[in-house]
């Protein structure tokens, strides 16, 4: 991997990839506890699901005007509050076990998150990485997120058993300060100035376009869709099929892998053709049929556990292909603002997602988790399939 790229590139791909890996692990840092949490604190489901609503409130609201402020401020910076800011919720939820502080915690932890795609954008789009490269850049920073949250489910259960709830919490966030700390040092020796191009004053209205508005729209399915997984299928498989929570983690766990596997799949196939929105829509439609077998069938664990990793691979093999949409809808030098709006879709996800399954869940009906989920995804294929020909007729006039 290291042949043709440069030290400084390589410091500056590892300090991004790692603070991309820690905010993933963060937004799944409670799911994994909610059976411990709603027994400790004594409430349901939708509290629990509360907690993440607040969260990507928080998030959908500030995540565009981070972007602006990452530009004034400057992306390493922001990158380093987001980090210090994000730990910090999780050590303070851990010192303070009660549900009142667990949800101000969301509220930091959301703020923190808002920071990361704006920064992370920004610094790879920056000039440090050279031209020629910022694809597969593009490609091992979403891979060290999908390994963050891969990680996280199976690491959390374990860190709980180990130190208890609160032990675990603050083991979360501890993780957050110690990948800032190679930020502070400022840029490698021998990196590359920002390029002017990113500099250029560019209002909120020129970036809000139809394409990528439709972008939001996108990564809002594939929020509502992604969060019934990553949420709520592990307490879904127990409740409906009474798989047993290690083996619905482990399982999860396999399907967030998998999907990172994806990812770096996904950069290769992005190479080789422009259909962006056909890879997206033919992942998602092998995903969809996927969870609805996991969902229909109480499948044994050695069915159970392929399923789901064929599921998480297709998922993470459209990711490449959705950020060269992004890309594409992006004015140049602009792409770390563009993806902040266009992220505000899986905030907006992650708002309704939560109380919806958590919901379902309070309401008794866990195989619902399935279908819904399985619902949104179909939804991903058709809005992909619908901006594809609208692109194309636009394109033609």
């Known amino acids: 991997m290291s042949a043709g790229w440069k030290r400084a590139e390589l410091a500056t791909l590892g300090q991004i990839s790692g603070a991309h890996m820690v905010s993933h692990i963060h937004i799944l840092v409670l799911p994994p506890l909610f059976p411990l949490l709603a027994e400790q604190f004594g409430v349901g489901y939708v509290e629990l699901g509360f907690a993440l609503t607040l969260f990507n409130i928080v998030s959908a609201l500030m995540q565009t005007p981070t972007g602006f402020a990452v530009d004034r401020f400057g992306p ?7 980090l210090v800011l994000g730990g910090t919720s999780f050590i303070v939820a851990g010192m303070n ?13 959301g703020l923190a998150n808002c920071v990361y ?9 920056s000039g440090v990485i050279a031209e020629s490269r910022v694809g597969r850049a593009f490609s091992i920073h979403t891979f060290a997120g999908y390994l963050g949250t891969a990680l996280a489910p199976a690491a ?43 500099s250029r004053p560019v209002s909120l209205r020129s970036l809000v ?17 992604g969060g019934g997984i990553s949420g709520f299928s592990v307490v879904a498989m127990h409740a409906h099929h009474g798989t047993p929570l290690g083996v619905a983690n482990i399982a999860l766990s396999l399907y967030l892998g998998a999907s990172a596997l994806g990812v770096l799949a996904g950069g290769v196939i992005a190479d080789r053709t422009r259909r962006y929105s056909e890879v997206a829509a033919g992942g998602f439609a092998v995903t969809a049929a996927a969870i609805a077998l996991v969902g229909l069938v109480n499948l044994p664990v050695a069915l159970l556990l392929p399923v789901m990793a064929l599921g998480g691979f297709c998922t993470g093999m459209i990711m490449p292909s959705r950020d060269m949409l992004v890309r594409a809808a992006a004015p140049k030098g602009a792409e770390g603002r563009v993806f902040g709006i266009v992220s505000t879709g899986f905030n907006i996800g992650g708002i309704v997602g939560p109380l919806l399954y958590g ?18 995804m179909l939804a991903t294929c058709v809005i992909a399939l619908a901006s594809d020909r609208r692109g194309r007729l636009a394109a033609a006039e």
């Open 359 to 376: 919901s379902i869940m309070d309401y008794g009906r866990p195989g619902w988790i399935f279908a819904v989920s399985v619902g949104f």
């Open 156 to 198: 959390m259960l374990l860190a709980a058993a180990m130190w208890g709830v609160s032990g675990a919490l603050i083991a979360a966030g501890l993780i957050g300060p110690l990948a800032a700390i190679p930020l502070l040092f400022g840029a490698p020796a021998g990196a590359a100035r920002p390029t002017a191009v990113r």
């Open 76 to 82: 390493r910076r922001m990158l380093v509050g987001g």
């Open 209 to 225: 376009t139809p394409s990528v508005l439709s972008l939001m729209a996108f990564f809002t399915v594939i929020g509502m869709s």
């Open 117 to 125: 795609h704006p920064s992370d954008y920004a610094l790879l789009s």
């Open 97 to 109: 076990p009660v549900y009142p502080v667990l949800l101000a915690a969301s509220v930091m932890a």
